[in-house]
């Protein structure tokens, strides 16, 4: 992913982190579906499984991190080199709040398997609104691997859309709870779940940012997309 330097030691450090965040990128992307799979079949048994692949996740974050400060420490890079290392230990940080809302799922799916709620609640909805915000997640930690700003421009804008199912999805459960209030309940614990995967479609679109903030330098997390295809021109 970086560029070559005269150090050959120094791209190789480089170039371990960014293998390590990119391997954590993948725990992430198992965990999200593995608490997915524990809202579809109602599985107390898979979302303990998400809580224990929380605890590596928490250990890779600190491993990298730990490992960002040394490279710091010793090389005290400048300029475009430690813009990376800066984005580097922000994309870790918003993979691990990637597995912690993950895991969150996996909590309100055992929640609503151990309590028995109605299961003609619309649990596809959340189904698809996470497949896209874990293909999101995909796209981002792969244009990040490349330093894609085109990519990640087009992240922006497919966020856009994960907000949108969130929405609606909102409204679908307020229908839910009106006509019956014996699901207000298992809906709540929807809702919960349902701004979990939101969140995850936030955290892919903050790695976009960090992208573009390593190429050009430039801090477009308060920018809208008009304006981030103003500066990448």
Not at 43 to 71: C, F, H, K, P, Y
Not at 165 to 178: N, Q
């Amino acid at each position: 992913m970086p560029d070559k330097h005269l150090s050959s030691q120094f791209d190789s450090e480089l170039n371990g982190v960014s293998s390590r965040v990119m391997e954590l990128g993948g725990l992430v992307e198992s965990q999200i579906r593995q608490a997915i799979y524990a809202l579809s079949q109602f599985s107390a048994e898979v979302a303990d499984q998400v809580a224990e692949t929380e605890i590596r996740v928490n250990g890779m974050e600190i491993e990298i991190d730990r490992e960002l400060s040394s490279i710091i420490a010793r090389r005290q890079p400048t300029a475009r080199d430690l813009r990376l290392l800066i984005a580097i230990s922000k994309t870790t940080a918003n993979l691990e709040r990637v597995g912690d809302e993950a895991n969150k799922i996996a909590r309100m799916a055992k929640s609503i398997a151990n309590s028995g709620s109605p299961r003609s609640m619309p649990t596809l909805d959340l189904r698809v609104s996470a497949d896209m915000a874990s293909g999101l997640l995909r796209k981002a930690l792969d244009a990040f691997a490349r330093l894609d700003t085109a990519a990640a421009l087009d992240i922006l804008k497919e966020d856009d859309l994960i907000d949108q199912e969130f929405d609606g999805f909102v409204r679908k459960l307020i229908t839910y709870m009106m006509e019956d209030p014996r699901t207000i309940s298992a809906s709540l614990d929807l809702l919960f779940i349902a701004k979990a995967i939101e969140r995850i479609g936030d955290h892919a679109k903050n790695i976009a940012e960090f992208i573009i903030y390593i190429v050009k330098g430039a801090d477009v997390r308060h920018a809208t997309v008009a304006q981030v295809e103003s500066a990448l021109k």
